[in-house]
């Protein structure tokens, strides 16, 4: 019997997947390896931004366990509070609090830039992405999220993003020590231009710099996703994806060229407009996510 389309997932929609839970989170939860199973490498995650943004540790992990969402990235300043603040303890319970599940801490995402023309400006995000690096090593986690966040006006294209780059080298060098990778993502007015991103890359040599591919409208600009995304798909270590209900973005084709690539890592839920009922979304989300991994 073949898989069911999305076509046919979409329609049963949110309605028949609620109904496999009873009582909040705790019933009728997914098998904690079916979305590994399926998807031979590919893992599916969340990204707390924006769904989950106000839960703490326990509600996150426990509403992952229940939908088949196997890791989370810890969006910095949401309601779970794993910030650079913490100390050794707290640090430690987070640790462990992970440990104790069949779910991944994958990674921290922060807010740190490098694009900024003031030097104070640079060197603070390029400090407080060192801080957040020691975080990642302290609860666990293998990657911290940055980002660019636009380009400066009256300083020349090239120039920024060869600053950016040249940050980036300094981060992950840093992070090397501690066994964390920099995942810049794809992001920022016209610094989510591909080929800008590609200039950034070719001057962020230190491989510990991977791409976080962003699923971006942007992406299908110029000679589209295709062409874009093999322009970088060598330093792609890691996936944003969006609500999979959504056919905005061309979700058959990405999954195709990650197939085709050999992607074998997480691809996480990031999603800003939060629905109604979160958890019905991610049962929904993941059994859309089974069936383009299984397409493929």
């Known amino acids: 019997m073949s898989a069911p389309s999305r076509r046919d997932l979409l329609h049963a929609g949110a309605t028949s997947l609620a109904a496999m839970m009873v009582g909040g989170v705790k019933a009728g939860a997914a098998d904690p390896a079916a979305a590994k199973n399926v998807a031979h490498g590919i893992q599916l995650g969340l990204v707390t931004y924006n769904w989950g943004r106000d839960w703490d540790l326990p509600t996150l992990i426990r509403s992952c366990e229940a939908t088949g969402f196997e890791g989370i990235e810890l969006r910095s ?64 986690g293998t990657g911290v999220k940055v980002r660019p966040n636009g380009l400066p006006q009256d300083v020349p294209v090239e120039q920024s993003l060869e600053q950016i780059g040249h940050a980036l080298n300094e981060v ?16 920022g007015r016209g610094t989510s231009h591909i080929p800008h991103i590609k200039t950034i890359m070719d001057v962020a040599t230190n491989t510990n710099t991977v791409i976080c591919w962003n699923c971006n409208p942007k992406d299908l600009d110029g000679k589209g996703l295709n062409h874009n995304f093999k322009l970088v798909q060598d330093r792609i270590g890691i996936i944003h994806i969006h609500d999979l209900r959504n056919s905005n973005y061309p979700w058959d084709e990405l999954f195709s060229l ?24 991610m049962h929904v989300n993941q059994r859309l996510w089974e069936t383009l991994v299984a397409e493929q």
Not at 258 to 272: H, K, M, P
């Open 258 to 281: 990650l197939s085709q690539s050999d992607f074998a890592g997480w691809t996480l839920l990031e999603e800003g407009k939060v629905p109604s009922d979160v958890l019905s979304a």
């Open 77 to 140: 300043t949401h309601g779970h509070g794993v910030e650079i603040t913490l100390n050794k303890r707290e640090r430690k319970e987070v640790a462990k609090r992970f440990s104790d599940t069949s779910i991944e801490l994958v990674g921290l995402g922060s807010a740190c830039e490098y694009h900024s023309a003031d030097k104070a400006v640079l060197e603070k995000n390029i400090g407080e992405t060192k801080a957040f690096i020691k975080l990642c090593h302290d609860v666990g």
């Open 172 to 187: 992950a060098q840093f992070g090397e020590q501690f066994g964390v990778e920099i995942r810049l993502e794809v992001h």
